[in-house]
């Protein structure tokens, strides 16, 4: 009997108690043992739920119990959540977990310990909800160098960028109605801000090379600042916006961001709405490979945690390699100025406005879109420093 402790009991806690329970014969046949849900943490009480009596509030409960030997941590935040699976990793449990902003900003450090006692990190949730692309990243694209990584990593702006352009939504409305349904962080400011999606992508990026950069420290800008206008131009140029973590490898050093991005029609993520993410991975042998799927919400989230705990079960005495990461230094880091795309310019007159390379001009609502060919980073300052308030946004074009 594998006894398994759950730590949070929110939306995808009670959806990982839901899957272990709803799929218990399925699982236990495909594993080949019996498992057991012997203790949930959380700070309520849940007098109403049929795991009642699993509830328990001192971690140490857990931590001290040595039947205790797969935790799955769904708390959300940095601490104590990373306190936690320190200590249960440290005592000898193996700990999966949907928590991102841990594995972005503790991950070395917790892949370590995890390979030092002889057990498993996995972290399966963390991108892309119910998406399996962390294990197929590790294993299945082993063979390759992973040259571009793009993906809509978060279902709560995607859900409301596509509100936006098909329903006319309030930015307010839709944001409401994404929490509703459970897809926002606790501080929804992380979704629409970026800094969801600049966690998630620093961790496809350590997948891809090994090092893990600070998702501080990346280029993040959320989706506050759209407009509808904005939008209709965007459709206008067929396109979309999305909200794009992007991962390149540049030589031997790495560029990461997260922006509203342009996203053509001939690409497959431009089609990707609602809370689905995907994620298009540029491959040197294989090409691109797309991963895609709901990206948030209760069972598919929970049913990527109990992947991990399934692994980790049926693993439990193989010698699986463990993941080894390192963290970026600036060394590593490519120069952000050297990046080039095409751009869409948003003006509120054309008075003025110097002639762009290759550039359309398109009308919405009394801005003026104006698309180019490829520029740097670079290049966009000098033109955003010599438009001044005449230019209102800049939109990358993927
Ligand atoms: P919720 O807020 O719904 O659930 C978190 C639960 O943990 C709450 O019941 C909370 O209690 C409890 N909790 C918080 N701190 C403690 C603590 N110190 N001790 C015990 N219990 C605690 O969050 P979600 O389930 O939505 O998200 C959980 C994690 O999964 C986050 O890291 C999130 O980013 C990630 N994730 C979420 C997805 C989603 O679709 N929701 C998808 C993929 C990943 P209380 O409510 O009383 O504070
Ligand atoms: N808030 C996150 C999102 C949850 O909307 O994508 C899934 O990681």
Redesign the pocket.
């Known amino acids: 009997m594998i006894n398994i402790a759950l730590?949070?009991?929110?939306?995808?806690?009670s959806g990982t108690a839901e899957v272990l329970t709803e799929n218990k014969a399925l699982i236990e046949a495909r594993l080949g043992c019996e498992y057991n849900i012997k203790y949930i943490?959380?700070?309520?009480d849940f007098p109403n739920s049929p795991f009642c009596d699993r509830i328990v509030h001192d971690f140490n409960t857990i931590l001290n119990d040595p039947e205790v030997s797969v935790v799955a941590e769904?708390?959300?935040?940095s601490h104590?959540a990373y306190d936690f699976t320190k200590a249960c990793l440290e005592a000898g449990k193996s700990v999966v977990t949907?928590?991102?902003?841990v594995v972005s900003t503790f991950g070395v450090e917790l892949c370590a310990i995890a390979k030092a006692h002889g057990v498993r990190y996995l972290f399966e949730?963390?991108v892309g909800?119910g998406i399996p692309v962390i294990r197929p990243m590790i294993n299945d694209l082993s063979s390759n160098k992973i040259n571009k990584i793009s993906g809509i990593l978060n279902?709560t702006t995607n859900f409301i960028l596509t509100s936006m352009r098909d329903a006319d939504a309030s930015f307010d409305a839709a944001l409401k109605e994404a929490q509703r349904l459970?897809?926002a962080?606790?501080n929804p400011s992380a979704d629409v801000d970026g800094i969801d999606a600049a966690r998630k992508i620093v961790i496809l990026a350590a997948l891809a090379s090994g090092k893990l950069l600070d998702p501080k420290s990346i280029s993040t800008t959320g989706i506050t600042k759209i407009t509808l206008e904005d939008s209709k131009l965007a459709q206008s140029f067929n396109c979309s916006i999305k909200l794009i973590g992007y991962a390149e490898t540049m030589g031997d050093k790495l560029l990461a961001f997260v922006s509203p991005r342009l996203v053509p029609m001939s690409n497959p993520l431009s089609r990707i709405d609602g809370v689905f993410n995907g994620i298009l991975v540029d491959a040197n042998m294989v090409g691109e490979v797309m991963f895609y799927g709901p990206g948030?919400?209760?069972l598919p989230?929970a049913s990527a945690v109990v992947a991990d705990i399934i692994d980790v079960i049926a693993n439990r005495d193989a010698d699986v390699k463990p993941l080894v990461w390192e963290s970026a230094t600036d060394a590593d880091l490519a120069d952000m100025g050297e990046y080039s795309c095409r751009r869409m310019f948003v003006f509120n007159t054309m008075d003025g406005v110097p002639m762009l390379r290759g550039a359309q001009v398109k009308e919405c609502g009394g801005v003026f879109g104006v698309m180019t060919d490829e520029m740097t980073e670079k290049e966009v300052e000098k033109i955003t420093s010599a438009c001044g308030n005449k230019l209102v946004s800049v939109y990358r074009v993927l």
């Open positions: 730590l949070g009991f929110g939306v995808v806690g943490l959380d700070l309520r769904m708390m959300g935040g104590p949907s928590n991102k902003e949730a963390s909800g279902g459970g897809y962080e606790a948030a919400g209760k989230t």
